[in-house]
């Protein structure tokens, strides 16, 4: 337990956390205990959740984080080669690739994005969702996870790569290369993402309301 | 987990001090520098490394004594570009580094002082990497307590003495015993800071700071005999951090002659394998060859280590090792030009190689 300022905080971190737990302990035991135990129903809440919810939140994660990863690569590999080039212009064009490499991962996120946004479409039926749409919002949802956390992780290790590259190139030109094939397994692993993406959604039909 | 934000504040930096390390002499530029047969050539040799612009502009018979003042600006010059370029966590690493060259500079100040010399004049000799901002204050102080005042006030070493001296002991102690209790307090409290900035600073520094205090320990035991210092007191002068706190400085403390030293020494894998074959009653640079003395094995070592630590990245470990290699560097150039000058090539080998 850390204690902060005059000494209290600490304890009153631990009030909260006690209360909060509490309260969830006795609601959970009222519900149970009177019967009402049917009242607590998650798979309930999550089919009254919006499928179009589920599917934009996908595709915003998709394009999302796969751009926060391209761009994390970009400013890992950028900086070492902009201070290993002070000294040896000669890495600057080379080390182009791996920058390259970075942003292909955040183009994969663009077309799954652009992929998954021609499923979504009006629905004008008044009798709400039909379960085919269901489907469809949650696989949009996790296929878009998917293939935006994979896309994280590959930009920043094509990052760390092609900066070690860089420095390395600028120490001896002939270890570019090798360290290269390392970059190129390491985007392997974007590829990976948009490949089981692509799996996951493409049973996915477009948005129709029930009949 | 370092690896994806180091590169935020320290990419740039790191990319140019990898830069600065290619320009470390090679053992073929090595060559070429020893079989120069005078200054003159030996200054053609150096115009294409990155002496050359500090070196161009020199009148021609040139002593070692420039060649080496000039060195010591290119040093001065790149470490100066860190610094001027970097951002708070790189900073302040690069200001506990220069805090070895601030304590010199101080106790030259002392020096002076207490042999009432006037100090302006020694500014110009200090160290220019260990001058901060509020130096020139203490020149004007005339007696060793208002030294000892301003220095506590006005310097960032003010810890260190804080520590362990008082203003008494500034005029009674040995100039060289004021110099090892402040570089101990440093050395620890370096060590200390390098703990906090985590995993691949903090092993690498750890290495390269626990060797340089065992090197401390040896010399002071070494340098020790024969003078007054007690037993207590040169027990007192070890820093709390090595391979050899707390066991073998307790040994070493109640020694007195160099075979008991080795006969210590020889208890660490690391430590005997450098005393093979050393012969201990040589000064560095002895005759040559398989010869060495015990300081040019730890200058050996010390290289090593630094070389090392150049193997992994996203650590600031490089930024100290690259300075001690360059000093290392200026220290062999400046040996062969001696050997140059004094016409005494059969001893131009005896520099310590780095690559």
């Given at each position: 337990m850390s204690y902060g300022g005059s000494g209290y905080a600490g304890y009153a971190r631990y009030a909260l956390n006690a209360t909060v737990v509490f309260l969830a302990i006795w609601a959970g035991l009222y519900l149970l205990l009177t019967g009402r135990?049917?009242?607590?129903?998650f798979g309930g809440y999550l089919l009254r959740i919006s499928p179009y919810m589920w599917s934009v939140y996908g595709i915003a994660l998709c394009i999302g984080l796969s751009v926060v990863g391209a761009a994390w690569g970009i400013f890992i590999t950028g900086s070492s080669i902009l201070g290993g080039a002070v000294?040896?212009?000669?890495i600057a064009t080379k080390n182009l690739i791996s920058i390259i490499f970075c942003e292909v991962v955040a183009i994969y996120g663009v077309i799954m994005a652009i992929v998954f946004s021609a499923k979504v479409s009006a629905v004008t039926s008044s009798k709400g969702f039909a379960p085919s749409d269901y489907y469809t919002g949650f696989s949009l949802f996790w296929g878009g996870i998917a293939v935006g956390v994979s896309n994280l992780i590959c930009g920043v290790a094509v990052g760390i790569t092609g900066s070690n590259a860089a420095v390395a190139d600028a120490h001896d030109q002939q270890l570019f290369v090798k360290i290269l094939v390392i970059e190129i397994f390491g985007s392997i692993i974007g590829l990976f993402g948009l490949i089981v993406g692509l799996l996951v959604t493409g049973k996915a039909e477009d948005f129709v309301g029930a009949v | 987990m370092n690896e994806i934000y180091f590169n935020v504040d320290g990419g740039f930096l790191e990319g140019i001090l990898r830069g600065y390390r290619d320009g470390l002499l090679t053992t073929h530029q090595y060559m070429n520098l020893t079989q120069c047969d005078t200054m003159d050539d030996l200054k053609l040799q150096l115009a294409t490394t990155d002496y050359g612009p500090f070196l161009q502009n020199e009148p021609s018979p040139m002593s070692t004594s420039t060649l080496s003042a000039r060195c010591t600006d290119a040093l001065v010059q790149e470490f100066q570009y860190l610094q001027q370029n970097s951002a708070e966590p790189i900073s302040k690493f690069l200001d506990y580094i220069t805090y070895g060259y601030m304590i010199d500079n101080v106790i030259l100040l002392i020096t002076g002082t207490l042999h009432e010399r006037d100090t302006h004049d020694l500014l110009d000799k200090c160290h220019p990497l260990g001058f901060f901002d509020t130096m020139p204050a203490l020149c004007v102080a005339t007696t060793v307590q208002e030294l000892y005042n301003t220095v506590m006030v006005d310097s960032p070493l003010a810890g260190y003495f804080r520590e362990c001296l008082s203003a008494e002991d500034l005029n009674e102690l040995n100039i060289e015993i004021i110099r090892n209790t402040l570089y101990k307090a440093y050395l620890e409290d370096f060590s200390r800071y390098c703990e906090t900035l985590g995993d691949p600073t903090a092993t690498v520094m750890g290495e390269v700071l626990k060797f340089e205090a065992d090197r401390r320990t040896v010399n002071i035991t070494i340098n020790s005999?024969?003078?007054?210092?007690s037993k207590e007191e040169r027990a007192k002068l070890y820093p709390r951090l090595g391979n050899m706190y707390p066991e073998a400085q307790t040994k070493l403390a109640r020694v007195d002659d160099m075979d008991q030293v080795k006969a210590v020494l020889e208890q660490y894998s690391e430590y005997r394998m450098m005393l093979a074959g050393v012969n201990l009653n040589a000064s560095s640079g002895g005759a040559g060859g398989n010869d060495l003395s015990l300081e040019d094995r730890f200058f050996a070592r010390e290289v090593q280590l630094n070389k090392e630590s150049f193997e992994q990245q996203f650590h600031y470990g490089v930024f100290y090792s690259w300075l001690r290699l360059k000093e290392q560097e200026i220290r062999n150039v400046v040996w062969i030009a001696e050997c140059i000058s004094q016409q005494q090539k059969d001893k131009v080998g005896n520099y310590t190689a780095i690559y």
């Open positions: 135990g049917e009242r607590f129903n000294r040896t212009p000669r | 005999f024969g003078t007054e210092l």
